[in-house]
């Protein structure tokens, strides 16, 4: 696994997997504390009967879900803190006069226009190509390109890179922006080759995706952030393979992990474009496998900037990307269209086409996204030692106060 630039490279070291249902062996995680070892064709049919499930074939870090490590960050065990009060109010309400709906839905048009975005497909590479594209016409029209990155992650065994964009800060930190890029519809087993079928993906997830986008090019608008004068580091990821498993998000992750990279804090976008007409549009903020410090920020951004409410909901386990990241005990939140019940219901199929987004609903989240992204990069979270929930190099100086804070109220008393 590694980063590259270069296309060619990319191509050449591509291998077409044209026939993806075998005996082979693959392992699954479907809850908590269930693992199972079953057929790749097994795990298909999983899939296309709405099992949740994270494939950890052959991973290198484990994954764990148990509560009592919530709000750790990986093997570190600490903690970081996040805004009660909004402080970039002027800036953030000014870039969001700059959203453009119009640019929205040419893009959604145009990840939506090929006929899969299936991880181990040709389209599949060629849809990440394109996002690196015009993420690129956009840091090369204002000449950025000495400050902000935008890499592949490659993956051995399937097509599909992950692509990260990145644009560096001044602290040790990074917030991350996040979103799956690839696609899926189900046909009859055999019918047709496992992931061929037409699958636009509009909201599951070209919706999070072109999110992404827009917020990205919005950040580019400011004088400062772009020119790697924030203090965190932010990043901005485009999972592969996230409808086989997660694989894109758990291997990006996993090597975070592994290299004790600091993810101060995670904001999953995924299925956000659909409203259903019988209620109000609101944000469908995710309570499973998420970090309730975090998701009391969100909930204060959508209040502060956003057009609409939100509702708490709860999701089904492994239900997105944002899973792994819980798992590995990254802070993370995830918001979706309003909840479970009133999602889009026929995703994954041909069905899922640009038509049925709603902009105005978009736009909110939009929203979210660019106003998460601003506010954090201007406010050190931390981090605090899980254990003592202090900052580790102020718990000597925070002891010494309290003793002097003792002995002058004993004083005081005495007196």
Known sequence: MRFTLALAALVATCTVNAA?????LVTLQLSETDVRRVTVEEKQRLKKAGTNFIDITNADVPLNFDRNSDN???KRGLVYTYPSVLTQQRAVNYKLGLLDQYITKDLLQKITSFHTRFYDSEDGLKAAMWIRAELMNLINEKSLDRT???????HEGWQQPTVIAKIPGQGPDTIVLSASLDSIAFTEMGSEIFGSARAPGADSNGSGAIALMETFRLLL????IPLGLGWNTIEFHWYAASESGFLGSREVLSDYFVNDKLIAAILHLDKIGYHDPSGDRRFGVVMDQTNRDLTNFIELLILQYCKFGYSETADDFA???HAVAYGLGYPVARVM???PEKMFRNFRTKEDVSEIIDFLQMDGFMRLAFSFIYELAHFD???YSWVENKKPEETEETEETEETEETEETEELDR
């Open 337 to 339: 269209e309003n909840s």
């Open 72 to 74: 750790t960050l990986g």
């Open 221 to 224: 608008t400011d004088s400062k």
């Open 148 to 154: 902000v990155k935008v890499d592949y992650y490659n």
């Open 381 to 383: 979270m931390g981090p």
């Open 319 to 321: 239900s997105s990307d």
């Open 20 to 24: 993806s249902i075998g005996t082979d």
